[in-house]
């Protein structure tokens, strides 16, 4: 596979295997990288979409109606497939971050690390993390999270691990969706009724605490962004708060002041495998089936 994120060689990325995700993709490490570094990178970006996704998930059946629902399922689905193969492509970088299994498991790399990782293990941002809360509050937390991802997706296009590339390549035009998605609903409730008004200034205060650790640099991220192979979320901070500043501006909400300082995240957070109690409880339900039967065939 060639480097280059614009032609056929990326077309992978859309999926073609449900048994390898990454089956005739050159998996090489680019030169001087790390394959533990370079797999805990992806973790973070996995399960940043794989806890997302699950979230969104939750809404399938109960959103404000049937259009949304399907909308919201088609979200999740798209960060379910971004978990997919930045988790495998975690497992071909380095075997040793994948948990071990009974001998004899069908399960393949990338469930495994879905699937038989504790809370502890994951290193998902606590912005995905909490309960849904009401529908007002599910649209500003997405728009929080697709706007910071789009932001650190469009620079990975030019990642020199070719797979990182093409992983972004593909997820930048459904990340911009979400993004566009959220802000219309956000602009839409605030200039709604007076309750769905009230409901989603109290969603955007709700999830508001949460983008401090969004801006919060790594050691891995910041040695990996050196080496031309992740991007720094530190520079993508201006370019995030220029676009909510804006939507805010649409939804006459300039009062919440999205480009304030706001709180300083003090202390390990998720990055670091320090959670908020709702993960383990997500991971709980989403893990049940497949630890209760880790020999199964489906």
């Not at 998902?124 to 500003?140: K, W, Y």
Request: glycine fraction near 8%.
């Amino acid at each position: 596979m060639s480097g280059s994120v614009t032609g056929d060689d990326a077309h992978w990325a859309f999926g073609t295997s449900f048994v390898d995700p990454l089956a005739g993709v050159d998996t090489t490490l680019p030169d001087g990288v790390d394959g533990g570094e370079l797999a805990a990178y992806c973790l973070m970006l996995g399960d940043d979409a794989l806890v997302a996704s699950h979230r969104l998930a939750e809404w399938c059946s109960n959103a404000p109606d049937l259009e949304e629902d399907v909308a919201l399922a088609n979200i999740a689905l798209d960060l379910l497939g971004q978990a997919r193969l930045l988790l495998a492509r975690a497992a071909a970088a380095d075997p040793g971050a994948v948990p071990p299994l009974p001998a004899g498991s069908p399960v393949p790399g990338e469930d495994a690390l879905a699937f038989f990782r504790d809370a502890d293990d994951y290193r998902c941002v606590r912005l995905v993390e909490p309960e849904n809360g009401d529908f007002g509050e599910t649209v500003a937390r997405l728009l929080c999270f697709a706007t910071w991802r789009l932001a650190l997706l469009a620079r990975l296009v030019d990642s020199r691990d070719p797979v990182l590339a093409a992983i972004a390549a593909k997820g930048v035009k459904e990340v911009a969706y979400h993004r566009d998605h959220a802000a219309r609903w956000v602009v839409t409730l605030a200039r709604g009724t007076a309750e769905s008004r009230r409901r989603v200034r109290a969603g955007l205060r709700a999830v508001w605490p949460h983008r401090a650790e969004l801006a919060r640099t790594h050691p891995v991220e910041a040695r990996l962004a050196r080496a031309g192979v992740a991007v720094d979320p530190a520079d993508v901070v201006a370019e995030v708060d220029g676009v909510l500043a804006q939507v805010l501006r649409a939804a006459d909400l300039d009062d919440l002041g999205p480009c304030a300082a706001g709180p300083v995240l003090d202390g390990p957070g998720g990055r670091d495998g320090r959670h908020t109690p709702d993960l383990a409880a997500l991971l709980a339900e989403m893990q049940v089936v497949a630890r209760a039967h880790p020999a199964g065939r489906w």
